[in-house]
């Protein structure tokens, strides 16, 4: 069973499409997250959401936008896409206390041409 | 400024040697967590130990053991005798209890074990 699942696990599509990324979650967590990592292997924290709620949003282009319509879910939708949008996009979920550890979608792949 | 610095980049070592990958944290939280995560080259992130702040014993998991110190601001990763299986990215992460679900990794450390 699957802790973590995100689809699609790759996306290929061109400059100025919309796109969204989901993201589900089975162990009755109750925070998720969007991470983004770079070619470069960097980790960056998009947004987290705990019960439904924005807790944490970075400085991301607002033509990103999470939605969360139950704790199990957080899906990532991006508009009006661009080069720059190219990464590995991650999907997590932790449980309260603080402290608990992250646990990671598989990744999806976003190529951008 | 960086709260977890991994100064390592890239580290190749031969099978069988042993590997000490290097984390060094700040914060001035006195509550806080350590982690250390695994990204092999099919590119999932796996869990690999948590620390919190009161918690200074060295952990040893088979091949595996991680070092806290204080006092030094550094958890640092050693793999024993490596095997190629071991060959993957891995960051090291702090959470302030302070920030609550705030994570701060590193930039990753890529190790390369040669057969």
């Known amino acids: 069973d699957t802790a973590v ?19 589900e979650q089975n ?9 983004k990592q770079d070619s470069k292997k960097f980790l960056k924290i998009m947004f987290s959401y705990n019960n439904k709620e ?23 939708h991006i508009n009006s896409l661009e080069l720059g949008d190219s990464a590995v996009y991650f999907c997590a979920s932790s449980q309260d206390p603080r402290g608990a550890p992250l646990h990671f979608g598989n990744g999806t792949r976003l190529t951008v041409t | ?37 695994k990204q ?21 998991s088979g091949r595996y053991s991680w ?16 095997q190629v299986v071991d060959s993957a990215v891995y960051f090291c992460a702090l959470s302030e209890a302070r920030t609550g679900n705030q994570f701060y990794f590193g930039t990753g450390t890529s190790l390369t074990v040669i057969p």
């Open chain 2, 67 to 82: 070092n806290f110190q204080k006092s030094t601001s550094s958890f640092n990763f050693t793999i024993t005798a490596s």
């Open chain 1, 5 to 23: 699942s995100q689809t699609p696990k790759y996306l290929v599509t061109q400059m100025g499409n919309d796109k969204s990324i989901k993201c």
């Open chain 1, 27 to 35: 162990l009755g967590h109750d925070t998720m997250y969007w991470y």
């Open chain 2, 40 to 60: 092999p080259p099919s590119g999932e992130l796996v869990f690999l130990i948590r620390r919190n702040s009161f918690d200074e014993q060295n952990e040893i």
């Open chain 1, 54 to 76: 924005l807790i944490i949003n970075e400085t991301v282009p607002n033509r990103f936008s999470p939605k969360s319509p139950d704790k199990a879910h957080l899906n990532l």
């Open chain 2, 1 to 37: 400024a960086q709260k977890v610095t991994q100064a390592q980049t890239e580290i190749s070592v031969v099978e069988k040697e042993d590997v000490t990958l290097d984390c060094v944290y700040e914060t001035r939280d006195t509550t806080y967590y350590l982690f250390w995560y």
